[in-house]
């Protein structure tokens, strides 16, 4: 007989989980709070959906769901993601190994999703919040399947917040984080989970922007620049990325900020203290400062080239005003920023500079030390980090406490950087716990 299985949330990773179900024969239904499946979706990518990436494996993602991942996706990662979407008929571009649908549309990947579900056919309940998953538990030695009441032991109930309740032979929960709740994932999820016994590892915001403690942001607001990132916590450093800084007018943004802000967020939750150092001039080292900085100043080479580009820059620009000579090198706003920050006179002439300011301005350039106070909210994060403890589920996305019971997606103590990871999870996770809730798992 076919199996009977309820998919609660109907995001990315719980589609992916129907549709993976049903075509291993069972009989599905998918529950979705919202009044209509795949919202998140939508909003993913700036609307574009980079829904993987090329360059994938573990060392992408944190958590304790991390150690899952490369057997997970040795049985459905990128290529078997690439080939899921063309078999539904959506074309696949490539940049720079971030893989996109070839429509430039995020609703692309919904509508194929879609489709695919309508196919099959899988039940779709929209409208319909869950509230509580409960398990007849086989006791005594019952084996399951036999019948204690008007529910067989092993079965699973589902019960809707209007206390409408349906018998299940498996339940996947893919309800989902508590990022972007406008999209319907409140955490609901989580409290589903803890009740039926598993340890929820504390959820933060991640991929957001951090809140900063000076009073220059207004200055700057609205600014990009290419600059390399630090994060410090408690004075040692971390994590490092590199890209487009957005500066706002409480802090900084942008996908290298993105990246190192789970770590910021449960730093700060443990009450550390969490600064960001911020490279202003990351290029400085390439071939053509190198040779500006080297030109005439070949006699020192025990100086770094970073050294000689500013001892050469001091020497060319001496006769400049200061706004003049930190022209050209960064942004103008920054460039100001600086002087201020360094206590430089816009109007002083270079050579009039003494060397302490010097010193402090070039230090600026390098590292511009900022004081994060806290991040966004949950309501502006693309993820939330923490979830389920990843060591109470199988290799197949199972429950270790209550057999029967899936996860799959965010839900899970497991998130990916920016740049299409956290949705290969989705699809992925989604695949192996429908297959293994069917009865049909991979090897
Ligand atoms: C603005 C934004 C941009 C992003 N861009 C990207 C990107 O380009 N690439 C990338 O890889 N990742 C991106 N992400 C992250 C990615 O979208 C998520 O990690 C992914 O969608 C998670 O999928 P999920 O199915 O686990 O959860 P969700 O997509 O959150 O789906 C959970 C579903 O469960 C439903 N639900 C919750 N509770 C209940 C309940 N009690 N009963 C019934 N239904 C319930 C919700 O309504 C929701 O539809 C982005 C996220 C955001 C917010």
Redesign the pocket.
């Known amino acids: 007989m076919n199996r009977k299985i309820a998919v ?9 989980a129907a549709i993976a179900a049903a075509r291993s024969g069972a009989s599905v239904t998918v ?4 009044d209509r ?5 939508l ?4 609307g ?6 090329e360059k994938m494996g573990r060392a992408y993602y944190r958590g304790s769901g991390a150690a899952l991942v490369d057997n997970i996706y040795a049985n459905f990662g990128v290529k078997q993601t690439v080939e899921f979407f063309r078999g539904l008929g959506m074309r696949i571009k490539s940049r720079d190994g971030y893989l996109y649908p070839a429509s430039g549309q ?1 609703s692309t990947v919904l509508d194929v999703l879609r489709y695919e579900l309508e196919r099959l056919p899988v039940r779709i309940h929209t409208g ?4 509580a998953v409960d398990v007849h538990k086989c006791e005594n030695g019952a084996v399951a399947g036999e019948t204690a009441g008007s529910v067989a032991c092993g079965q699973i109930v589902v019960e ?2 209007n206390h409408a309740k349906e018998k299940y032979d498996a339940v996947i929960l ?4 508590k ?2 709740p406008g ?7 989580y409290i ?1 989970a803890e009740k039926l016994g598993h340890r929820i590892v504390p959820v933060v915001p991640a ?1 957001t922007a951090l809140r900063c403690a000076e009073d220059f942001y207004k200055r700057v607001a609205g600014v990009r620049c290419d600059a390399k990132l630090t994060l410090y916590i408690d004075g040692q450093p971390g994590r490092s990325d590199r890209g487009e800084l957005q500066w706002t007018d409480y802090g900084i943004s942008g996908i290298p900020v993105f990246q190192l802000s789970r770590d910021a967020a449960y730093a700060l939750k443990d009450g550390r203290s969490v600064t960001v150092s911020i490279d202003l001039m990351p290029d400085l080292d390439r071939e053509e400062d190198v040779t500006y900085a080297y030109a005439g100043a070949a006699d020192d080479p025990a100086a770094s080239a970073r050294d000689l580009f500013w001892r050469k820059r001091w020497e060319s620009q001496s006769w400049q005003s200061m706004d003049r000579f930190v022209t050209g090198l960064v942004n103008k706003k920054i460039g100001l920023l600086l002087l201020k920050l360094a206590g430089i006179k816009e109007t002083e002439i270079a050579y009039n500079v003494p060397e302490r300011n010097r010193k402090e301005l070039t230090k600026l350039f390098r590292s511009l030390i900022v004081s994060v106070k806290g991040t966004n909210s949950f309501e502006q ?3 939330s980090a923490g979830g389920i403890d990843c060591s109470e589920v199988t290799g197949q996305l199972e429950s270790r406490i209550v057999p029967g019971v899936y996860f ?5 103590d497991l ?2 950087i ?9 699809w992925s ?2 695949y192996t716990a429908g297959r293994a809730a069917a009865g049909n798992p991979a090897e």
């Open positions: 609660i949330g109907g995001g990315a990773a719980g589609m992916t529950y979705e709070r919202n499946v795949g919202k998140k979706i909003s993913t990518g700036n574009k959906c980079n829904f993987s990436n995020a319909q919040r869950i509230v809707t917040e893919a309800c989902g984080g990022a972007a999209t319907g994932s409140d955490g609901a999820g589903m991929l994060a693309q993820v799959a997606g965010e839900i899970l998130d990916g920016c740049g299409g990871y956290n949705l290969q999870w989705a996770s989604g």
